[in-house]
């Protein structure tokens, strides 16, 4: 998996809540989760389809411009619901209509007077029954139709077979897991039991709500245990483990599922809440939900991948709410995903706890003593996204004075040079990427993503210029730290790690025009909720259908579209572009990128891979920092180029800083007085 995917960093004491790494978690807890003894078919060892929050199947990638997967409008679904007499009526996410899949005969019209238990997303048209769990793409929907009015019955889109062995072992697991565990309040000892409710911060949870959530501990792996009931049947279906880690004065809490993370769908408290309630308050953490339910008494219920994501299969079972109150975590990442996941969930209904000293995340309330129903009633509302007033931005911009390590974004563990400039990697911002040809550019830029991604920056690469099973070599070398090609027996292991990184890939190639990316952009943040895209590179998209279009003005409009995207979406993109024609001898400045000069106008910051390894000799790298809108520092680091790893790494030696900068102003007084009709100056 990944970390800083979950409630976010700490410092000095503070939590930090990440999903399992694999490799390292799993393999040394897999032993421990049955005691050592195995049923009959059943397999929990490393590898096996069953094992804790481990991938085994094709990664994701967008759809392809040569098969796209077809687009499908909110009208043209009610216009088509209309023409086949398929009653609906309308949702805050999803349109709603009686199942296809239920009792009623084939060749009969739905009723409207049926359970409408068939959810469609008003967004892509999938659709999702929750009386049968059946789901699937608008176009499986629309051949299920035609298949009833043929007098069929109609049949659920099926799983691999492959995906289903994996359920069915992952099931099995699950069980096996929670057979073993024991009540937190059963524990022998007792001495133990608050020692264990202490060290997952939980000592002022009763006992009577741990029983609610049916909440377990597993001894032997020294784990929380949460069950995820189907909600047709109430079986188990999965399990959420959390651990403890105690580094120093930090604390750790270390997430593993059964399926996979990606498969784990489970809307935790979900299924205590009763057909009258139509309010909610939606958190972060398993453990958030408890405390509200026992400070306010409320429904509430916990996202299965906190702040980082808000599945749309998960829609349908929320819209049952007339209002939900979005309290995510206890910082600015938790902050700005409550305000996107509200977009998905319609603003009209949403309210948002923001974070601060005094509105915590909800254990933390009910820890401290405090007035968690006051907290409650103070949730700003989710008004129109265009039109705000200072009242409303009053307490956002007293947090960004207070939280200004947050405010400057998510930290690079590879640069800590880029760090000192640009301060952090945010939401919302474009970076103009530029360099000379050859210089490495896509390898350098490969790594700056990848550093992002390790920690929880939900990626999608966009690579035009080459595919993207080179690309995805690039950036597993640089993840293994080492040539694979000389250690094959290590390529599963790494791989399995790499696969865990929430990376995604467009299957664009060569020429492209903008509105293809645009729309699968908007798809990728929709579904993944992707907060950082790379585009490499902007020329590709300056295709045929600009020939008789003046190639300056179609460049502006593409970087025009991208600044649009990155602001509405709360979307980082980083749009590589490059160099004008110059003499090899000069650097390359602002001015030096190719087009008009609305790309740097545009862009909030303006990074150049400067490469001089052609005028003074190898090791000449450096990365300058011409724009940083954030708080204008400016400046260059250098660059040192492992080629075993095919990694930058930055060297911090002030020496050698100073020294590119005396070359720096030697080169351009040459500059000065070799140029044409140039004079020194005195």
């Known amino acids: 998996m990944w970390s800083g995917g979950g ?20 393999c040394r807890l897999l032993p421990l989760l049955c005691g050592g003894a195995r049923s009959k078919g059943a397999s929990l060892s490393p590898g096996a389809p069953g094992r804790l929050g481990q991938r085994r199947y094709k990664k994701d990638v967008l759809p392809s411009p040569d098969r796209p997967a077809p687009s499908v409008s909110i009208t043209e679904i009610r216009q088509y619901l209309r023409a086949q007499d398929i009653p609906f009526h309308d949702g805050y996410s999803c349109l709603h209509t009686p199942s296809l899949f ?61 995906m289903e062995e994996e359920m069915r072992q992952a099931r099995e697991d699950a069980r096996c897991i929670w057979e073993r565990a024991l009540p937190l309040w059963e524990l022998l000892d007792e001495k133990e039991t608050k020692e264990t409710k202490a060290l997952f911060g939980i000592s002022q949870v009763s006992n009577a709500t741990l029983k609610r959530f049916r ?118 990442r938790s902050w700005e995903a409550a305000k996107l996941f509200a977009r998905k969930l319609s603003l009209k209904r949403c309210s948002l706890v923001r974070p601060g000293n005094l509105q915590p995340r909800p254990l ?121 090609e000389d250690q094959l027996e290590l390529y599963d292991e790494w791989a399995d790690r790499f696969e865990e990184l929430p990376l995604y890939f467009m299957t664009f190639h060569g020429q492209q025009n903008i509105k293809t990316v645009i729309d699968t952009m908007q798809h990728a943040v929709y579904m993944y909720d992707i907060t950082h895209v790379v585009v490499d590179n902007l020329q590709f998209m300056m295709g045929h259908e600009h020939i008789s279009v003046d190639r300056l003005a179609a460049q502006d409009y593409i970087v025009g579209a991208f600044r649009k995207f990155a602001t509405d979406n709360m979307c980082h993109i980083t749009l590589i572009i490059h160099p004008r024609k110059e003499d090899d001898e000069k650097e390359l400045q602002t001015a030096s990128i190719f087009g008009s000069a609305k790309a740097s106008q545009e862009a909030d910051n303006v990074l150049i891979l400067q490469d001089r390894k052609l005028v003074t000799g190898p090791g000449k790298r450096y990365l300058q920092v011409s724009k940083n809108r954030f708080d204008g520092d400016v ?48």
């Open 7 to 26: 409630a976010g960093g700490c410092q000095g004491g503070r939590m930090a809540l990440v999903p399992l790494r694999p490799g390292r978690a799993a």
């Open 102 to 162: 239920t009792g009623d005969r084939g060749d009969q019209p739905l009723s409207a007077n049926a359970p409408f238990t068939l959810f469609i997303d008003k967004t892509t048209g999938s659709f999702l029954c929750t009386a049968t769990l059946a789901e699937g793409t608008w176009q499986d929907f629309q051949a299920n139709v035609e298949m009833r009015h043929r007098g069929i019955t109609p049949i659920p889109p099926a799983s691999s077979e492959e």
């Open 215 to 332: 909440v377990r501990y597993l001894r032997t792996a020294r784990s929380l245990v949460f069950p995820w009931f189907s909600p047709q049947d109430a079986t188990l279906k999965g399990l959420k483990l959390v651990r403890v880690e105690k580094k120093g004065g930090t604390i750790t809490y270390v997430e593993e599922t059964l399926p996979r993370f990606d498969s784990y769908r489970n809307l935790f408290g979900l299924s205590l809440i009763g057909h009258r309630d139509t309010e909610l308050v939606l958190t972060g953490w398993e453990l958030d939900a408890l405390a509200l339910h026992q400070a306010a008494g409320v429904a509430s219920v916990a996202l299965p991948r906190g702040a980082s994501c808000l599945p749309p299969t998960l829609l349908p079972y929320l819209e049952r709410f007339k209002r939900i109150t979005l309290w995510l975590g206890e910082d600015l």
């Open 364 to 484: 933390e309330a009910l820890n401290q003593g405090l007035n968690v129903t006051k907290i409650l009633r103070s949730a700003l509302l989710a008004s129109h996204k265009s039109i705000v007033s200072f009242r409303q931005l009053r307490e956002e911009v007293f947090g960004e004075l207070v939280n200004t390590e947050q405010v400057s974004g998510v930290k690079w563990a590879r640069f800590p040079e880029l760090n000192k400039l640009l301060k952090g990697h945010r939401r919302g911002e474009l970076t103009i990427f530029t360099g000379p040809t050859g210089s490495g550019k896509t390898t350098f830029i490969s790594e700056y993503a990848l550093d992002l991604c390790m920690q929880g920056v939900y990626t999608l690469w966009g690579s035009f210029e080459i595919n993207n099973v080179r690309l995805a070599k690039i950036m597993l070398t640089q993840f293994a730290g080492r040539r694979l």
């Open 635 to 682: 400046g260059i680091f250098p660059l040192d180029f492992n080629k075993a790893s095919l990694s930058f790494s930055s060297s911090k030696s002030k020496v050698r800083l100073k020294k590119m900068k005396e070359e720096k102003e030697i080169l351009a007084n040459k500059t000065v007085e070799g140029g044409s009709g140039a004079s020194k100056k005195p």
